[in-house]
């Protein structure tokens, strides 16, 4: 699990229990009768976000790759709707592929890029593009 540093992105209280969104990962506070425990979770290991709707209040859900799930309940519905989607945002960003320099769309878009400047033919630039996603 990851230790969070940087101040917090976004915070929310619920009974008994906080939710620390940082840069990073997520941090569930639990209040309990012995003191305060903290549980962390960095972004790529995120699988899944919940909200359990009551009438004001909601139970947010964080379940991890490993099955591990931190829940805090009675969190005010704003405040558990604006954690949830900032954790998925956030855990989208860390699973989403890369597009980097020598991505096979960077090289279609390129292959594009000389096909408009007529160095290759519109026949040269389907079976370079096919063979560039054969490859995926």
């Known amino acids: ?50 909200i359990s709707r009551r009438t004001f209040l909601a139970a947010l859900s964080i379940e991890s790759r490993g099955g591990g799930t931190l829940i805090v309940k009675n969190i005010p519905m704003g405040k558990a709707e604006q954690a949830c989607d900032l954790i998925r945002e956030r855990s989208n960003e860390t699973t989403a592929p890369k597009i980097t320099e020598n991505s096979v769309p960077s090289q279609i878009r390129d292959l594009a890029d000389l096909k408009e400047a007529g160095i290759i033919t519109q026949a040269e630039f389907e079976s370079s593009k096919k063979k560039l996603l054969d490859s995926m």
């Open 1 to 50: 699990m990851l230790s969070m540093e940087r101040e917090p992105v976004f915070t929310a209280e619920g009974y008994r229990g906080r939710v620390v969104v940082h840069d990073h990962g997520v941090e569930v506070h639990r209040f309990g009768v012995f003191g305060t425990t903290k549980q962390h979770i960095s972004y790529d290991q995120v699988a899944q976000v919940q």
